[in-house]
Every structure is written in C-alpha cells, then in structure tokens.
C-alpha cells in the first residue's frame, strides 16, 4: 500500500457501478465508491499542536473555548471513481448454459482523493480545529490512476440470485490538495504512491435485451 498504509489503518469501500455487456463478452462500467476506515496512522500528525502532557502520553487532547479538554476522534474518508472495461470468460462458468456467468478480468482507470476527518462534538469549540484553518490539517490529496480485478460473476437463470467476487488493485499516483501543513508549517510538495489491494463484493441487478438462456 505503499504511502497510503503510512497514513491510514485497513478501510473499507462502499458504492456501486452500471455497465453494459455485449455477446461477446466484453462490457464497459462506471464505478464510484466512497471510503471510509478508522484507524489514522501517520507519524506526527498533529504533533505540536495538541496539549504537552498529553504529548508526552502519546494522547491527542485539546482545550476548548470554555476549558473543557476532550479528544477528537480522527477518521478515513474520501471516494473513488473509475472507468473500467472487462471481459467474462464465459467457457468456465455455472451454470454452464447462462453466458453472463464466468471467471471476468477488468482494467481501468480513474481518480482517488482522500482526507483525514477530525471529528469532534459541535460543543467542542475550538478556533484552530474549525473553518480554514481546519483545510491546512486534513491532509486532502488526490491523483489519477489504475485499478485491476479478477474475478467471478454469477447470474442466475431465473434472476434471483446475481452476485460477483474478486481480488482488487489500484495503484494512483495523488499529492496534496491543499499544498500546505499548518501543524508542521511547512509546504506539501511530495509526490505519493498509493496503492492497495483488497476483496470486492456486489450483487448485480440485470436488465436483459433478451432472455439470460439466449
């Protein structure tokens, strides 16, 4: 995962896609999900800015505008959205005499952001965690890149049941979107890699020209 496990824990993906298959096989989707995890992991972040004792503990504490001290909660969060082109290998699948079923190969290409979220309750008021200033400590980045998948389709002939699974990568090529950190005062100029790899899951909702058996 390269850059992107240096600032987030594993995450997760949630969304949908709509495409159009040939006979042939071949077929052409839009894809677009959102993600989300919960585990923020890059060193330093915030570093400096939150209370000393609370530093030294390796706890990250702030005092707001009334004195109250608490602690926001960081999280994932950004989205993906793709143009893939794929191809079902019809001559292994099941059941045999359904075309739309088999092992498929997909590649494509499109474009990744994401951000760390500081959450805090909306009591928690606290200047330098709100408005502007808050954009200069999210980390917001985004790029251009691929995405592979093997896997299996499965339609069934009476309609019910139509799923897929598969093994995924991507690999985008993001900075930042802000350009600069206001916790480290200093420019963003780094050019990252981020990569992944994980399962994917979806159930398919079919709208057939003709017959599944055709």
């Known amino acids: 995962m390269r850059d992107l496990a240096?600032?987030?824990g594993y995450s997760s993906a949630i969304g949908g896609e709509i495409g159009y298959k040939t006979r042939s096989g071949?077929?052409?989707a839009v894809q677009g999900a959102g993600l989300i995890g919960d585990k923020i992991v890059e060193a330093g972040f915030l570093e400096g800015l939150y209370l000393p004792g609370f530093q030294q503990a390796g706890l990250l504490a702030f005092v707001d505008e009334n004195g109250k001290v608490f602690t926001p909660n960081l999280r994932q969060r950004g989205w993906t959205a793709n143009l893939r082109v794929?191809?079902?290998l019809s001559r292994w699948r099941l059941p045999k005499h359904n075309p739309n079923?088999?092992?498929y190969?997909?590649?494509?290409?499109?474009?990744?952001?994401h951000r760390i979220l500081i959450d805090k309750a909306r009591s928690e008021r606290l200047p330098l965690l709100e408005g502007e200033y808050l954009k200069g400590l999210d980390r917001l980045t985004g790029g251009w890149g691929l995405v592979e998948s093997i896997g299996y389709r499965f339609f069934s002939n009476n309609g019910?049941?139509?799923f897929f699974i598969a093994v995924e990568m991507g690999q985008y090529f993001t900075q930042s979107l802000r350009g600069y950190l206001y916790d480290k005062a200093v420019k963003d100029t780094k050019r990252r890699q981020?990569?992944?790899w994980g399962f994917r899951a979806g159930w398919s909702l079919p709208l057939y020209e003709k017959a599944p058996l055709e």
Do not use: K, T
Request: with cysteine.
């Open 6 to 8: 240096q600032r987030f």
């Open 26 to 28: 071949l077929y052409l």
């Open 86 to 88: 794929g191809y079902i």
């Open 101 to 103: 079923c088999g092992l």
């Open 105 to 113: 190969i997909e590649a494509g290409g499109g474009y990744l952001a």
């Open 160 to 162: 019910l049941i139509n």
């Open 194 to 196: 981020d990569w992944w």
